[in-house]
């Protein structure tokens, strides 16, 4: 089918070279404020028309899906207006800038049957859907806490906190992995002086099953650190996305409560076991992804569970910016 491309900023070349290895993905056409990206892209890739505008694309029939790479502050515009203009469309996360808007976008899309999918790529990574796996069966035991790390120099995003443009990534994996929703959300966090959004933000969840999870999120980190721990009554494993030999690590350790033997003995007993680096295929998310949204535009049909879920993540940003504009004051969702 003919794909229209809306954005080629800096995640736009990995879009456009995805798209083209997918044989699902005829003509690709593309979009952008700066004609001279779309120029550059045109020449680099065959298949690659221009539009000359947005309007243009919705008004052509043959284009039946649409990826916006656009502004987060633009999402709900532009992926309402294809919608109603009949168009499939994927949107890179998060879905839209408030849950108000995100539900209402899901909801038309269900009622004209169309697709509108959010850019969540790491459910499309083998080491995220491994340890998946590994918690579905059991292997960790009962989910005690999870932390996680994502920070990096850059790149600063002028229309929105660290907290929309980082988040995304690290709600869209803990709740698959838990497979629940947080019931309570914090978070702190400072803008630097000369920024007048958060560029470091630390988030804090707290679900019904007794699980709890903290987020570090920054723009402005020596280092580029891309890691999550989630510590099971069982099991405890390490999920690093920036580690490409040994992305995963079980480590069989734990802590045991027994009873004393006497008054002054422990009730506490440390166990340490192997760590395991299990092996994980290497495919690219991304493809995954957009081969996913056209196998989904070609079936038919409109948003599943999977829509719900990037909608509640909406939801727990925007409570997580409410609890930092009140100094990390818990909201209940």
């Known amino acids: ?98 849950h108000q808007s995100a539900v209402a976008l899901v909801a038309r899309a269900r009622e004209l049957q169309q697709v509108v999918m959010a850019g969540h790529t790491f459910l499309y990574s083998p080491p995220v859907r491994l340890v998946r796996q590994l918690i579905s069966a059991g292997e960790i035991g009962e989910p005690l806490y999870a932390q996680s790390t994502r920070m990096n120099l850059g790149v600063h995003q002028a229309d929105v906190s660290v907290l929309w443009d980082l988040a995304p990534h690290d709600l869209s994996i803990l709740l698959d992995w838990l497979d629940e929703y947080p019931i309570r959300v914090s978070a702190i966090g400072r803008a630097t002086e000369g920024t007048k959004r958060a560029d470091v933000a630390f988030m804090g969840l707290e679900f019904s099953s007794g699980c709890i999870a903290s987020l570090n999120l920054s723009w402005l980190a020596p280092t580029k650190i891309r890691k999550t721990t989630i510590v099971g009554s069982r099991r405890m494993v390490v999920y690093e996305d920036t580690n490409s030999e040994e992305p995963v690590k079980i480590y069989d350790k734990g802590v045991e409560v027994r009873d004393p033997q006497d008054f002054g003995q422990h009730q506490l007993t440390y166990r340490t076991g192997d760590v395991r680096s299990p092996h994980v295929e290497v495919i690219e998310p991304l493809q995954a992804e957009l081969q996913d949204f056209l196998e989904r535009v070609a079936e038919g049909g409109g948003p599943d569970r999977r829509e719900d879920t990037a909608v509640e993540i909406v939801y727990i940003i925007e409570a997580a910016e409410e609890s930092l504009r009140s100094g990390g004051v818990p909201v209940a969702l």
């Open 1 to 98: 089918m003919r794909v229209a491309l809306i954005g080629l900023g800096y995640w736009g070349s990995n879009l456009v070279r995805n798209l083209l290895s997918l044989q699902s993905c005829g003509d690709l056409v593309l979009f952008d404020t700066e004609s001279a990206k779309v120029n550059k892209a045109i020449r680099q890739s065959p298949r690659a028309f221009a539009a000359s505008s947005f309007d243009a694309i919705l008004r052509d029939p043959s284009i039946r899906a649409v990826v916006l790479a656009t502004p987060v502050t633009t999402h709900y515009d532009l992926a309402a207006r294809a919608i109603e203009a009949g168009k499939n469309v994927l949107v890179e996360k998060p879905l839209t800038i408030s």
